[in-house]
């Protein structure tokens, strides 16, 4: 049985029908054609699917499309302004950190997460967020790199 629920996606208020098994991410990318948010390993290991949910870092596979009632979301599809992208993209790819894309979107939505809250993130912060996601292609040296200039970047820019 499907129920209606209404969220803002990216700035833009949004209304669709959900079925009780439907999670965020059979939302984002079935309902609404955002394919950013990606379908990993479906049990919230991997971090392809996170997305920003009221400000936090949330994995998309894990949770059921109901949770999106009320809600504010932001994808990688609204993060860049217009044709600039968002400084933790440019980072990320000044840093040699983006290969085959899978797993960039979300780990650059952790980072705006974590650095959302806070700008001062410690090393150990920064770690423990990207711990949360699987890359196979650029080791982990490069998204590390892309994300303390990520760090430096927002420190640096009064509009990010």
């Known amino acids: 049985m499907a129920e209606t629920i ?3 996606l990216n700035g833009t208020p949004h209304t669709v029908a959900v079925d009780s098994a439907d999670k965020i991410v059979d939302v984002l990318r ?3 054609n955002l394919t950013g948010t990606k379908r990993g390993c479906d049990d919230g290991t991997c971090g392809a ?3 920003v949910l009221d400000g936090e870092a949330k994995r998309a596979c894990l ?3 109901t949770k999106l009632a009320g809600a504010t979301v932001l994808t990688i599809e609204g993060l860049s302004n217009g044709a600039e992208i968002h400084p933790i993209q440019k980072a990320l790819m000044e840093a040699g950190a983006v290969q085959c894309g ?3 979107p979300g780990i650059v939505l952790e980072l705006y997460a974590l650095f959302a809250k806070n700008a001062n993130a410690t090393d150990d912060e920064i770690k423990t967020a990207l711990s949360r ?3 196979r292609c650029t080791g982990y040296e490069a998204i590390w790199e892309g994300a303390k200039l990520a760090q430096k970047y927002l420190k640096n820019s009064p509009n990010s």
């Open 6 to 8: 209404q969220f803002t």
């Open 30 to 32: 079935e309902h609404l």
């Open 49 to 51: 699917c996170t997305i």
């Open 63 to 65: 949770l059921p499309a």
């Open 102 to 104: 899978y797993c960039i």
């Open 133 to 135: 996601h699987f890359c």
